[in-house]
T-cell receptor, first 113, second 114 residues
Framework: SQELEQSPQSLIVQEGKNLTINCTSSKTLYGLYWYKQKYGEGLIFLMMLQKGGEEKSHEKITAKLDEKKQQSSLHITASQPSHAGIYLCGAPNSGGSNYKLTFGKGTLLTVNP | GAGVSQSPSNKVTEKGKDVELRCDPISGHTALYWYRQSLGQGLEFLIY????????KSGLPSDRFSAERTGGSVSTLTIQRTQQEDSAVYLCASSLPSYNSPLHFGNGTRLTVT
């Protein structure tokens, strides 16, 4: 079965700093979803990547899927306290269908003002 | 528009009791999913409903767990004879039927079994 490894497990940064979170798969990715979760809340969809080399941006967050489709990175530019939370990557099993997503264990981001 | 709604938000129950968790998906979303999130385990897939098709129950951890979806909308996850290891956050999500539509999650039900 597919496994997703996220690194780092936790990250503390000063407001205004840039940061990167990685998600590495044990198998070829047929798609990759990034979500953000705040304590006591559900997951908020950020972005979805499907093609090797694809890059998407939303506000100050950029996500990329590498050419080999086994790793994705999430980059936050000029971090703000509102970026704090747990970032999770999720991937479909072979075939790319969006149900039965496998998720990484998450990266806890703290942004100090 | 309204997102995925789950109730109750918190549930404390005694070991051995049955519990029912409810999920109201986004209107127009024919696909509905239940996941469980616990410390150290991350998010685990439980069950998937798509329209009138037979649900995929392959993620249910034991026969104490069951789920139904009435009228293609609201879903109920039932856990019978709860055990302490059932303590977790139960998350419901819904999506449009296309295979790569993103899942939209509710805020979850935090279940504590004492």
């Amino acid at each position: 079965s597919q496994e997703l490894e996220q690194s780092p497990q936790s990250l503390i940064v000063q407001e205004g700093k840039n940061l990167t979170i990685n998600c590495t798969s044990s198998k070829t990715l047929y798609g990759l979803y990034w979500y953000k979760q705040k304590y006591g809340e559900g997951l908020i969809f950020l972005m979805m990547l499907q093609k090797g080399g694809e890059e998407k941006s939303h506000e100050k967050i950029t996500a990329k899927l590498d050419e080999k489709k086994q790793q994705s990175s999430l980059h936050i530019t000029a971090s703000q306290p509102s970026h704090a939370g747990i970032y999770l990557c999720g991937a479909p099993n072979s075939g790319g269908s969006n149900y039965k997503l496998t998720f990484g264990k998450g990266t806890l981001l703290t942004v100090n003002p | 528009g309204a997102g995925v709604s789950q109730s109750p938000s918190n549930k404390v129950t005694e070991k051995g009791k049955d519990v029912e968790l409810r999920c109201d998906p986004i209107s127009g979303h024919t696909a509905l999913y239940w996941y469980r999130q616990s410390l150290g385990q991350g998010l685990e897939f439980l069950i998937y409903f798509q329209g009138n098709s037979a649900p995929d129950k392959s993620g249910l951890p034991s026969d104490r767990f069951s789920a139904e979806r009435t009228g293609g909308s609201v879903s109920t996850l039932t856990i019978q004879r709860t055990q302490q290891e059932d303590s977790a956050v139960y998350l419901c999500a819904s999506s449009l039927p296309s295979y790569n539509s993103p899942l939209h999650f509710g805020n979850g039900t935090r279940l504590t079994v004492t």
